[in-house]
C-alpha cells in the first residue's frame, strides 16, 4: 500500500510541475509574440514616416513650399491638395507621395489607429494622440508621429525622431 500512495503522489506532483511549465512557456511565448508584434509596429511607423518625408521634399523641390496637409479632408483625401501651376502642369502631393490619404499610426495600449494630422511648431507635447505632428505654419516641412516615447515598446521618442 506505501508503494502505490508514494506513486501516485509522484505522479501527481510530475502533473502538477508539467502544468505549471506549460504554462509558463506559453505566458513567456506570448510576451514575445507581443513584443515582435509591437516591433513591427514601430517599424510601419518609421517607413511611413520616411515616406512621408521624402514626397514633402520633393513636393518642396517642385513647389518651393510645404503642402497644407492639414487642410480639413486632406488626410483622407490628398487629391484635394492637387492644383495646376501657372504653366498649366498638375501639382499633386498624391501622386507625389503615392497614396491619396495620409497613413495611419497603429493603435496601442489607449491610442487608436489615426491619421489625424497636427499643426505645431512645437513637438514636445504631452497629447499624444496618434496620427501626425506637422509644421505647416512655419513652413518647415518638418512631421513627426504623433505617439508617446516608448509607445511600441523600442525606446523611440517619437517627438525628436
Do not use: C
Not at 28 to 57: C, I, P, Q
Amino acid at each position: 500500500m506505501k508503494i502505490f500512495k508514494h506513486e501516485v503522489s509522484g505522479t501527481v506532483i510530475t502533473t502538477v510541475f508539467s502544468i505549471l511549465g506549460t504554462a509558463l512557456v506559453i505566458i513567456l511565448g506570448s510576451y514575445n509574440v507581443k513584443d515582435l508584434t509591437e516591433a513591427k509596429k514601430a517599424e510601419k511607423v518609421l517607413e511611413e514616416l520616411k515616406g512621408l518625408r521624402v514626397a514633402l521634399e520633393e513636393y518642396y523641390q517642385l513647389t518651393r513650399e510645404y503642402p497644407n496637409l492639414t487642410l480639413e479632408g486632406a488626410k483622407d483625401n490628398l487629391r484635394i491638395l492637387d492644383y495646376r501651376d501657372e504653366n498649366g502642369n498638375l501639382i499633386s502631393f498624391a501622386k507625389i507621395y503615392g497614396h491619396d490619404t495620409l497613413p495611419k499610426t497603429p493603435a496601442v495600449e489607449d491610442i487608436v489607429e489615426s491619421n489625424a494630422i497636427y499643426n505645431t511648431n512645437s513637438f514636445k507635447q504631452d497629447e499624444n494622440y496618434g496620427g501626425w505632428n506637422y509644421d505647416y505654419t512655419g513652413k518647415t516641412g518638418e512631421i513627426h508621429a504623433n505617439l508617446p516615447i516608448n509607445i511600441y515598446s523600442q525606446g523611440i521618442d517619437w517627438n525628436n525622431y
